[in-house]
């Protein structure tokens, strides 16, 4: 299994192994050289069959389910502080350090109009409004990656759209899905998604 990271301001994406993958954590350990934590919160698909150069508007043919998820890397890359390569791959694919929910949703049951909320010890850091553009970036992402590589069934592609967050070792994450439905107020759609404390 592959894992594709794609990033929507700069229209680019990366690779980390399946190594790094966690579905439920309560304590994330962070590797010694790593000081301040880079945050990226955002959505995740998962391919559903063998692919290569699809075009955007069949993209959704190859996705089976869509997942909420948080990349970690340290934060010197974001500032442009890595001198190689192996360094680059050694503070980006740190065990435990791609976080993908538990539950899965298709396209019709996708929580659309909700907010995924990013919290960093309990403050509320930034809010994503799930609107129908989630679709498009998504088929995007699937056009960009499968443009340059074969993708397989399993894979899993995540969308970056917002800016990092940073965070310090011993913080606690929080990602927590809410909003406004016909019926119900925002209080009465409340769903933590990832709760969890940095060591």
Not at 11 to 39: A, C, H, W
Not at 72 to 83: A, E, H, M, R
Not at 118 to 141: C, M
Not at 172 to 178: A, E, G, K, V
């Amino acid at each position: 299994m592959n894992i594709f990271t794609y990033n929507v301001h700069s229209d680019e994406f990366t690779f980390k192994p399946d190594t790094t993958l966690v579905r439920e954590v309560n304590t994330l350990y962070i590797p010694g050289q790593i000081g301040e934590i880079s945050v990226n919160s955002g959505i995740c698909v998962r391919i559903s069959k063998a692919a290569k150069c699809v075009p955007a508007k069949y993209a959704e043919r190859y996705i089976s389910d869509y997942f909420f998820g948080i990349i970690l890397s340290d934060w010197l890359i974001n500032c442009g502080k890595v001198s190689s390569h192996f360094e680059y791959l050694k503070l980006t694919t740190f065990e435990g350090s791609t976080v993908v929910s538990h539950n899965s949703y298709t396209k019709e049951t996708f929580p659309a109009g909700s907010i995924l909320r990013t919290y960093i010890n309990q403050h509320e850091q930034s809010e994503f409004v799930l609107n129908d553009e989630i679709f498009d970036l998504t088929e995007r992402a699937v056009e960009r990656v499968s443009s340059h590589f074969s993708l397989k069934t399993g894979d899993l592609v995540i969308i970056q759209k917002e800016k990092p967050l940073k965070l310090q070792k011993g913080d606690s994450i929080m990602l927590r899905l809410s909003g406004t439905y016909e019926h119900a107020s925002e209080k009465d759609f409340q769903i933590t998604i990832f709760d969890f404390l940095t060591k």
